[in-house]
T-cell receptor, first 115, second 112 residues
Framework: DPKIIQKPKYLVAVTGSEKILICEQYLGHNAMYWYRQSAKKPLEFMFSYSYQKLMDNQTASSRFQPQSSKKNHLDLQITALKPDDSATYFC??????????????FGSGTRLTVL | QQKVQQSPESLSVPEGGMASLNCTSSDRNFQYFWWYRQHSGEGPKALMSIFSDGDKKEGRFTAHLNKASLHVSLHIRDSQPSDSALYFCAASEHNDNNRIFFGDGTQLVVKP
C-alpha cells in the first residue's frame, strides 16, 4: 500500500485557472515537502512543512500556496496557472524536521499539464 | 550553477554487466549524499545513503564517496533489467533546513 498518497495522478488545466494538488502521508513523519520535476530542470525543492508550519520556501511565486489542515496532510494550491507550470509535482516526507541527513520518501506524483 | 552534476546523462549496459554512475558537487558544504532511483511513472525512492568517505555496499550496489574531491559514484554489478530507471544523486549540508539538492539524473537501460 502506498504510504504517501497524491491525488490526482494526472491533471489538465487551462491557462489562468486554479488547481489544488492533494497529499497525505501515513508514515508517521513530522516533516513534509513539495518538489517539482520538469523536463527543463532537475528535482526542485519548493516548500517544507513541519507540524503544519511553513519551515522553508524556495518558490518565488506567490501563485503557489501550500495548505496543511493536519500534520500528515499537505496540499498545494496553484493559482493563475501558466503553461510553464506544467511539471510533475512530488510530495515527500521525512521522519523529522531540523535533523541533518534525513532521507526523503516520495509519493508517486501529480503530473500537471497546463494548456 | 547547478550544485550537483551527474554523468553520464544516459547509460546502456547488458544484463549481468556493471553500471557505473558518477556525481560531483560544486558546494563544499555538502556533507551527506544519497542515490535515489525513479522508475517510470513512480516517485524517486532512496537507494542508498553515504555520509563517510570510502565505500558502502548493499547487495549488488556499491557507493563510493570522496569528500575531498566532492565525488560520489554508484556501481551496480550484475545489472538486471529491473534496474532500468532514472538515478539521481542528491546532497545536503549539515544544517537544520532539511533541504536536499538533486542532480539531473542518469538514465540507465539494462538490455536483456
Amino acid at each position: 500500500d502506498p504510504k504517501i498518497i497524491q491525488k490526482p495522478k494526472y491533471l489538465v488545466a487551462v491557462t489562468g485557472s486554479e488547481k489544488i494538488l492533494i497529499c497525505e502521508q501515513y508514515l508517521g513523519h513530522n516533516a513534509m515537502y513539495w518538489y517539482r520535476q520538469s523536463a527543463k530542470k532537475p528535482l526542485e525543492f519548493m516548500f517544507s512543512y513541519s507540524y503544519q508550519k511553513l519551515m522553508d520556501n524556495q518558490t518565488a511565486s506567490s501563485r503557489f500556496q501550500p495548505q496543511s489542515s493536519k500534520k500528515n496532510h499537505l496540499d498545494l494550491q496553484i493559482t493563475a496557472l501558466k503553461p510553464d507550470d506544467s511539471a510533475t509535482y512530488f510530495c515527500a516526507s521525512s521522519p523529522n524536521w531540523g535533523v541533518s541527513a534525513e532521507t526523503l520518501y516520495f509519493g508517486s506524483g501529480t503530473r500537471l499539464t497546463v494548456l | 550553477q547547478q550544485k550537483v552534476q551527474q554523468s553520464p546523462e544516459s547509460l546502456s549496459v547488458p544484463e549481468g554487466g556493471m553500471a557505473s554512475l558518477n556525481c560531483t558537487s560544486s558546494d563544499r558544504n555538502f556533507q551527506y549524499f544519497w542515490w535515489y532511483r525513479q522508475h517510470s511513472g513512480e516517485g524517486p525512492k532512496a537507494l542508498m545513503s553515504i555520509f563517510s568517505d570510502g565505500d558502502k555496499k548493499e547487495g549488488r550496489f556499491t557507493a563510493h564517496l570522496n569528500k575531498a574531491s566532492l565525488h560520489v559514484s554508484l556501481h551496480i554489478r550484475d545489472s538486471q533489467p529491473s534496474d532500468s530507471a532514472l538515478y539521481f544523486c542528491a546532497a545536503s549540508e549539515h544544517n537544520d533546513n532539511n533541504r536536499i539538492f538533486f542532480g539531473d539524473g542518469t538514465q540507465l537501460v539494462v538490455k536483456p
